[in-house]
Every structure is written in C-alpha cells, then in structure tokens.
C-alpha cells in the first residue's frame, strides 16, 4: 500500500518538480569529478590490475584491453557512488518536501513533535553509508558465487534505504520515543520494503526516480505506523482512566 500511494503522489506538482533532482545533482558532481580527473581515476584503477594482465600473447594491442578493463572499474565504482550520493541528496534536502507532501493530503492529525534534526539526520546518513560500504567490501568474495552477486547487493541496498529514508519520515512528526518504538515494532515492515524496492536502483531508468520513489514509500509507511502507534497509546490511556474510575 505505501508503495502504491508513493507512486500515485509522483504525479503531485511539488514532487514532480523534486523528482529527478537527486539524480541529476549526483550525475553533475561526479561528472565534473570524472571529466577532471579521467586520466588519475583510470590510472589508480589500473594500478590495481596484476602486472601480467592481460598476457603478452595479445602483442600490442595488451595496453588498449588493459585501459579497457581500468575504464569499466571506474565505471563500476563511479555508478555506486552516484547512487549513494543521490540517496544523500534525498535524505538530507528531498525528504522534508515528501514529508509536508504526504502529511498534508493524508495525515493532517498527526502532530509535529520535530524529534528529529537536520544534523541528526546527516548524523544517521552518515552512519549508514558506512555500514553500507563497510558490508560491501565484507559481501565482496560472495560475489564469486555467483547468486550472491544478485542476492548481496540488493540486501545491502535494503539495509541502507531502511535506516537512511525511516528517520527522514519519521523526524518531522515522531518524538524520540517513538522513533525508537516505531523500529522495534516495525523493523520487519521496513526492510521488507526497502527490499522490494531495492531493484530500481539497478533498473535503467527507474534508476533516476528511485530515492524519490522510496523516501515516499518510506513517508507513508512510517506515518501509517506512527498514527496506528498513537491510537494504541490513545486507546490504553482511555483504558487506564476507565479502570481507575472503575477502582474508584
């Protein structure tokens, strides 16, 4: 259902105009980097090849395929990286937009008890980038096997957007408390939306809209969770006045 409201608000003016521009800023930046430094990124990755690659047999075409080879290791490093970036850029500047967006079409009722911060939340981007590379480099001999290379990533890239896009949603409206109750309660909800999600990243196209479509997913989500969390504290607090009334 959260995914299925997310993507109905794409077609909101505000977040039509929010859309791309995670995307588009990440592309700029490490396309300025790329265009800069070509020559060094290329080298560095080259470095990395063996001395004998790719064999004297290939004569003098070895340092063409050898270039090739160092070209499609920055490509594969810079395509990560734009991602993450894109994801940073949601996180710290798109969500509070998704967030106004969603609570005002959808819950109005809820109260704004800005538990969280700006620099809690560059804080907790900050910390999940680093579990998320940390876990890369550990995940990497499982690559060898070959699911692995499929299944690793997409759990890592789960780990990620849960932690990165739950307190994004949640800052806003959410005490600290139940913040902290919200992701015990929900901690299976959560990443098994970020899983289900964790495909567009590597999808064409659907690429260049998935922070966007997730921190929206993410909004209604966490946002069902907290009003569904506040009337259960609202039905025990009637409870616990009847039962003293009744003691009474």
Request: aromatic share 12%; glycine share 6%.
């Amino acid at each position: 259902n959260a995914i299925r409201l997310a993507i109905a608000d794409l077609w909101k003016p505000k977040v039509m105009l929010w859309l791309i521009a995670p995307i588009t800023c990440a592309l700029l930046a490490w396309g300025c980097v790329a265009w800069l430094w070509w020559r060094p990124l290329t080298g560095a990755m080259a470095s990395l090849l063996p001395a004998w690659f790719p064999g004297g047999w290939l004569g003098d075409w070895a340092p063409g395929v050898r270039q090739f080879f160092a070209t499609l290791m920055t490509l594969g490093v810079l395509g990560p990286v734009v991602m993450l970036t894109a994801i940073t850029v949601t996180a710290l500047f798109v969500m509070p937009v998704l967030v106004n967006v969603v609570a005002a079409a959808r819950y109005p009722d809820l109260e704004r008890k800005h538990g969280g911060s700006f620099i809690g939340s560059a804080w907790n981007t900050v910390v999940a980038l680093a579990i998320f590379i940390l876990l890369w480099f550990l995940c990497l001999p499982l690559w060898l096997t070959g699911i692995g290379a499929v299944v690793a990533p997409l759990i890592n890239a789960a780990l990620l957007h849960q932690r990165v896009f739950r307190y994004d949603a949640l800052a806003e409206h959410a005490s600290p408390e139940e913040y902290a109750q919200i992701v015990r309660g929900a901690r299976r909800r959560l990443f098994l939306l970020a899983l289900t999600l964790s495909p567009l990243s590597v999808l064409p196209l659907a690429n260049l809209f998935a922070p966007v479509v997730s921190g929206l997913a993410f909004v209604h989500l966490c946002l069902a969770e907290l009003r569904s969390e506040e009337h259960t504290f609202e039905l025990q607090s009637r409870f616990g006045i009847s039962y003293a009334v009744f003691c009474l």
